[in-house]
């Protein structure tokens, strides 16, 4: 089986919802609190890859932190996205959940269920 790894903040039931569906699956995933452990700038790009979308939807444009950063500015490239979430991690959109070459947002939770072996 290969690694599966959860981005994962305790502090969101969402978070939580798709830790329980791995482990109620026999499923122990490798967590990562990325609050605690921030991901750099070239494992958002690689996770942006892999969950084949646009960097500004890995953005929680909700967060208050959102809008004083000036992210919801028209002209704000990637590499800016990418740099406000290495230095705010709570605006990365979870849970994350990676298997191999492939990853979900799990939102709904049910959602990484595409992606498990």
Known sequence: MPDIIIYHNPRCSKSREALS???????????????????????????????????????????????????????VTDEERIQAMVDLPKLIERPIVVVGDQARIGRPPETILEILP
């Not at 690689?46 to 500004?56: A, R, S, W, Y």
């Open 21 to 75: 569906l791995l482990e109620s699956r026999n499923i122990a995933p490798t967590v990562c609190d990325y609050q605690k452990t921030p991901l750099n700038a070239e494992q958002i790009r690689d996770l942006v890859d892999k969950l084949g979308i646009q960097v500004k939807d890995l953005l929680r444009s909700k967060e208050t932190e959102f809008k004083s950063a000036g992210l919801d500015r028209a002209d």
